[in-house]
């Protein structure tokens, strides 16, 4: 991997994991921080550039500038209002040609991809440097699931593909069949905690996340680590089901010990075979 990389940094630790990980000496990363969601201990010692969201073109120039030649997008970032941003020319164009579709975290993410390779990089994902995040097919932690637990899946799995098409959600709350709460704007945590206000007494819910049919998977995989495992447990989750080789698990070690321990099970499913 002999080539410079541009990073552009959401929040959290993985875009400066994904970097070192990369290069360990920085001599080859590049980050693009964005002012009030990047952490400043993410680009501490490395080559970077600040940007507030919407400028576009200034975080092209930079990366050009630097000799950036692939990028990779890494951590969360909070979607505001697009009419409180204070947009760029290039960015205000680049919404004109999105129309309707960059209403959708997939449709504006796609958008930025174009506006990217337009300029001669290529866009990577995480994967590509971070392979052992994905999530693999098959029990990864705790109990075996029952057989209500496997119907609660399948019944995720099958409301988030249809929903997916209007590229909404990839996460949903569902508790013997009945469905609690689907992920929009808030985000994955801020779902658990409403699900878990609304869940049944009875065999608690199962948190489903997969990719959305067509998603651009190198700048969107759906992710969760301790933090999510940690909220699920305190909703009075019983588990978690993830997209196999779609969605990645951060702190794997730890979310493992932690699940064990908790008899709460994490399990990696062929999402697409449940839909067919």
């Known amino acids: 991997?002999?080539?410079?990389?541009?990073?552009?940094?959401?929040?959290?630790?993985?875009?400066?994991?994904?970097?070192?990980?990369?290069?360990?000496?920085g001599n080859r990363i590049f980050f693009i921080a964005i002012r009030g969601v990047t952490e400043p201990e993410t680009v501490e010692g490395r080559a970077h550039s600040w940007i507030k969201l919407?400028?576009?073109?200034?975080?092209?120039?930079?990366?050009?500038?630097?000799?950036?030649?692939?990028?990779?997008?890494?951590?969360?970032?909070?979607?505001?209002?697009?009419?409180?941003?204070?947009?760029d020319s290039r960015a205000s164009k680049m919404l004109v040609r999105g129309g309707l579709k960059i209403f959708g975290d997939d449709g504006l993410l796609t958008s930025v991809v174009n506006e990217i390779e337009k300029e001669g990089m290529n866009v990577i994902g995480i994967d590509e440097i971070l392979s052992c995040l994905l999530t693999k097919k098959g029990l990864i932690a705790?109990?075996?699931?029952?057989?209500?637990?496997?119907?609660?899946?399948?019944?995720?799995?099958?409301?988030?593909?249809?929903l997916g098409r209007s590229d909404v959600g990839q996460?949903?709350?569902?508790?013997?069949?009945?469905?609690?709460?689907?992920?929009?704007?808030?985000?994955?945590?801020?779902?658990?905690k409403r699900a878990g206000e609304l869940k049944r007494d009875i065999l608690g819910p199962i948190l489903v996340k997969i990719s959305k049919p067509y998603q651009e998977r190198r700048v969107d995989l759906p992710t969760i680590g301790l933090d999510t495992v940690h909220n699920a447990l305190a909703a009075g989750f019983r588990g978690i089901a993830?997209?196999?080789?779609?969605?990645?698990?951060?702190?794997?070690?730890?979310?493992?010990?932690?699940?064990?321990?908790?008899?709460?099970?994490?399990?990696?499913?062929?999402?697409?075979?449940?839909?067919?």
Do not use: C, W
């Open 1 to 25: 991997m002999d080539y410079m990389l541009g990073i552009i940094a959401g929040g959290g630790n993985l875009p400066r994991k994904m970097a070192d990980h990369f290069d360990s000496s």
């Open 242 to 276: 993830l997209e196999a080789n779609a969605t990645l698990l951060l702190e794997k070690n730890n979310v493992v010990e932690l699940a064990n321990k908790k008899d709460f099970f994490i399990t990696g499913v062929d999402a697409l075979s449940l839909v067919s």
């Open 171 to 192: 996460s949903i709350a569902v508790q013997e069949g009945l469905v609690l709460a689907l992920e929009a704007i808030e985000g994955t945590d801020q779902m658990i």
């Open 54 to 87: 919407g400028q576009v073109q200034k975080a092209l120039d930079e990366m050009l500038k630097a000799g950036v030649q692939k990028v990779a997008m890494a951590g969360p970032i909070k979607r505001p209002a697009l009419s409180s941003l204070d947009l």
């Open 142 to 162: 705790g109990p075996q699931l029952d057989s209500t637990a496997v119907k609660d899946v399948e019944r995720g799995v099958q409301v988030l593909y249809q």
